[in-house]
Every structure is written in structure tokens, then in C-alpha cells.
């Protein structure tokens, strides 16, 4: 059974760095193919792809955040690590996590995260 | 980059059919035909509904089916049910190692 649960900080101050923990079972980031992505999403707007890393620490930002993010991995404590910097109150969003599967002719996201909601205010 | 573009609402009565659109451009949707349908209900995580274009992963209904041509991608929703109104997202593999979704479709059940 593959489950991912989010976990961090549910208020932020602006210009703090955010430090998320993606928590999951069920599979394993060391196998071939196997990554894990995050998103987010603003409260009532569109989700938004963040970065992605992959099973051989390959990694994926979202150019627009790219300065911001750094998304990293703990193979043996099956967990994801994103931070993102600088953050300011329009990084208020629901952030995900979701298990990302890479293949030869595609890659999309199979199991998510309940989602943790990181509100920044001071 | 911008999102893919969806129709904000589209609705039909119980038993019909409908389409959403998902419409990007000759740099993502058009040039990698892999595009992925995501099924939300407020306050709750999204599900993956169609994969690589037109999968199903196991345990998704055969009423919702994907397709594409060209730029543009569509999930129809046939059989219309009430569990069937939530929010819906498309996404694409847009190059230059980076994913881009959609502007997000209600779904409302008449």
C-alpha cells in the first residue's frame, strides 16, 4: 500500500526559508523509474508543479521557482525534502507531495499526499 | 510559463456525456502526447485519472476516458454521475525538465 503524508510548519513568517517533509511507504526511491514531485496550490486557484527528484538524485524545478527551491532525499528514512526560500504571502498553498512514476514514454503522478496547508504571515 | 487552458465550468444532467479540453501548445501537449487527468473534490488531495494520455490506472471507471489531437488534449466523462462533480486537471510534460498543468475545470452535475 503506498501512502505519502506531509508534514512542516503550518505558519511561516515572510522572508523565512519553508522545510517540508515528505513522509512515504510502499515503495522505494532507489528503484528505477520511481521519483517523487511536489505542488501546491493557493486556496481556491489552480495547482502548480513545483520539482520533482528522481530514483538517481536527478532533480526537476519549476523554472519560474527555480531560485527558490531545493528539493533533496533521504533513501534509507524513505523521505523527500522541499524548501523553498524567501518565502512570501503569495507561497500560501496547500503543498503536496505525490509519488512519480518515469517512464521510458512518460511520467505521471499515481499516489498523493493529504496535503499540508502553509499559510505565511506575520 | 502559463497553464494549459481548461474551460473554468462545464456541466451536465445525470446519464450524459461530457468533454473537457486542455489546450497548451506545440512545446508541451503537442510535441509529447502524455498528457495526465487529475480529479480533485474540495479539500481533498487530487486522484490520477487517465495517465499517458488515455490509460486508465487500475480501479478508475471506463466512463472517463483521454484522448488528443494536436495541441490539444480532452477527458470525457461518459455516464455522468453525481460522484462525478469535482474539479479537473490536465497536465503535460513541457520540456526543458519541467511539468505544466491546467487551469483547472468545474465539473457541476445538474
Known amino acids: 500500500q503506498v501512502t505519502l503524508r506531509e508534514s512542516g510548519p503550518a505558519l511561516v513568517k515572510p522572508t523565512q526559508t519553508l522545510t517540508l517533509t515528505c513522509t512515504f511507504s510502499?515503495?522505494?526511491?532507489?528503484?528505477?523509474?520511481?521519483?517523487v514531485s511536489w505542488f501546491r496550490q493557493p486556496p481556491g486557484m489552480a495547482l502548480e508543479w513545483l520539482a520533482r527528484i528522481d530514483w538517481d538524485d536527478d532533480k526537476y524545478y519549476s523554472t519560474s521557482l527555480k531560485t527558490s527551491l531545493t528539493i533533496s532525499k533521504d533513501t534509507s528514512k524513505n523521505q523527500v525534502v522541499l524548501r523553498v526560500a524567501n518565502m512570501g504571502p503569495v507561497d500560501t498553498a496547500t503543498y503536496y507531495c505525490a509519488r512519480t512514476m518515469a517512464e521510458a514514454d512518460g511520467a505521471y503522478f499515481d499516489y498523493w499526499g493529504q496535503g499540508i496547508l502553509v499559510t505565511v504571515s506575520s | 510559463q502559463s497553464g494549459l487552458t481548461q474551460p473554468a465550468s462545464v456541466s451536465g444532467s445525470p446519464g450524459q456525456s461530457i468533454t473537457i479540453s486542455c489546450t497548451g501548445t506545440s512545446s508541451d501537449v503537442g510535441r509529447y502526447n502524455l498528457v495526465s487527468w487529475y480529479q480533485q473534490y474540495p479539500g481533498k488531495a487530487p486522484k490520477l485519472m487517465i495517465y499517458k494520455g488515455s490509460k486508465r490506472p487500475s480501479g478508475v471507471s471506463d466512463r472517463f476516458s483521454g484522448s488528443q489531437s494536436g495541441n490539444t488534449a480532452s477527458l470525457t466523462i461518459s455516464g455522468l454521475q453525481a460522484e462525478d462533480e469535482a474539479d479537473y486537471y490536465c497536465c503535460s510534460y513541457a520540456g526543458i525538465r519541467t511539468y505544466v498543468l491546467g487551469t483547472g475545470t468545474k465539473v457541476t452535475v445538474l
Open positions: 510502499g515503495f522505494s526511491l532507489s528503484t528505477g523509474g520511481v521519483c
